[in-house]
C-alpha cells in the first residue's frame, strides 16, 4: 500500500538511521549551535526554507491525488450502503470533534503564548481573512485548473471529493483514470518520503536560527505543545469515545478500553494506523467481538479516512504556531481549520509523518506561517505516537458502534471476564 515516510536507507552510522532519530538529531544541533552563535545563526535559515519550500510544492498535488485515491478507494462504502454510511458519518463526526478538542486545549493552555516570533513568510504576511460566509460561497471553484495553479486548499478538496465521487459512479469505465490517479497518489507519497529526508537538516537550519534569536526558551513551549497534545488525546479516548461507547452503545466501556490495549501498543511504537492495521482487527474481533464482516469493511476504510488524533494534533499545532507568531485567529478561521482539518483526514495516509505535512494545509489555508511547521517538525515523532494511537482507537470505537447497531458484536466475546480465551471468532 501507501509508502512509508521512515527512512529506509543503506546501512552505517547516519544512513541506516531512521528520519524521526536523525530529525531529533537536527533539532538538538540546532538548539546547541544557535545558542552559541545567536543572531548570527540567521544564515543557517536558507536551509530550513528550502525544506519550507519542497514541502510547500508537495501540497496541491499530494492533497488532490490522495483525495480522489481516498473517495474512491470509498466504492465498497456504496455497496455496503448503510453500514458504510453510518461509518463515515461517525469517522468524519468524531474527527470534528476531536479537532474542536484540539483548538479548546489550545486556547485553553495557550503553549505558544509569549514567544513573539516574528515571519518572513510573505504569503501569511499578506493574508486578509474573507468572511467565512465568503469562504463558504467561493468553496465551489469556478475554474478548478485556477484553483489549483492558486493553491485554494478549500476548492481543491471540493474538486477532488467531487471527482472521486464521479470516478466511482462511472464504475468500469471511470477505472482507468481511478489508476492513474491511484498511480499519481503513489508518485507523490515517494515525492513525500524523499522530501522528508532533507526534514533534518531543514530542522536543524530552523532551530538554529530560532534559538539564536529567541534562546533556548522556545524549547519550553514545545515541551507544552507535547504535554497539550497527549492530554487531549487522553481525553478524546478516555471520555468522549468511552462516552460513545457507554450512551450510544450501551456496552461497557472498561472493556472496551481493555480490548484496544494491543493495537494501541502497535500503533503508539509504529506510528501508522494503517501497519496496525493487523493487529486492530484481531482485536476487534477476539476482544471485541466485532463480527468479521462489519470489522473487515470498516476498520480498513477507517485507517485510510479516520484520522481523529492527527485532526486534535493539527488545532493543537495551528493555535501554537498562531500565537508564537502573533497572528489573531476570528471565529470563522477555526471554523475553517475544523473544515479543513476534517476534510483532508480523508487524504492523509496512515504512515508515519503524514500528519505532519497535511498541518501544511491546514497552516495555509488559515495563512499561519510555514516556519511554524519547521518548529513543530522537530517534535513530530514524539506527537505521532500519541495520535497515531488515537486514530486507531477511533477505528476501534466505530467498528464497534456500527457493529452494535447492526446487532454484529457477540456480547459473550465483549463482556467475558478474561480477554486470554482462545475463542472462535465470528
Ligand atoms: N501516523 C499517523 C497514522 O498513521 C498519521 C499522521 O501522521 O498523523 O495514523
Known sequence: MQQTLVDQG???FWSGMSLWKKIIIGMVLGVIVGAFMGPDAEILKPIGTLFINAIKMLIVPLVFCSLVVGVTSMQDTRKMGRIGLKAVVLYLGTTAVAIS???GMGTLFAPGEGINMVTTDTAAIAKDAPPLIQTLLNIIPKNPINALAAGNILQIIFFALGLGIALTLCGEKGQPAVKVFEALAEGMYKLTELVMKLAPYGVFGLMAWVAGKYGVDILMPLIQVIAVVY?????HVLVFYTGLVAVVGRLSPVRYLKGLLNPAAVAFTTTSSSGTLPATIKAAREELGVSKGISSFVLPLGATINMDGTALYQGVCALFIAQAFGVDLAMSDYLLIIMTSTLASIGTAGVPGAGL???SLVLTTVGLP????AIVAGIDRILDMARTTVNVCGDMMVSLLVGKSENEVDEA?????????ELETA
Open 357 to 359: 505535512i497535511m498541518l
Open 370 to 373: 510555514m516556519e511554524g511547521l
Open 101 to 103: 478538542i484540539g483548538l
Open 10 to 12: 543503506r546501512p552505517g
Open 231 to 235: 492530554i487531549g488525546c487522553l481525553i
Open 413 to 421: 466475546i465483549y463482556n467475558r471476564e478474561s480477554a486470554e480465551g
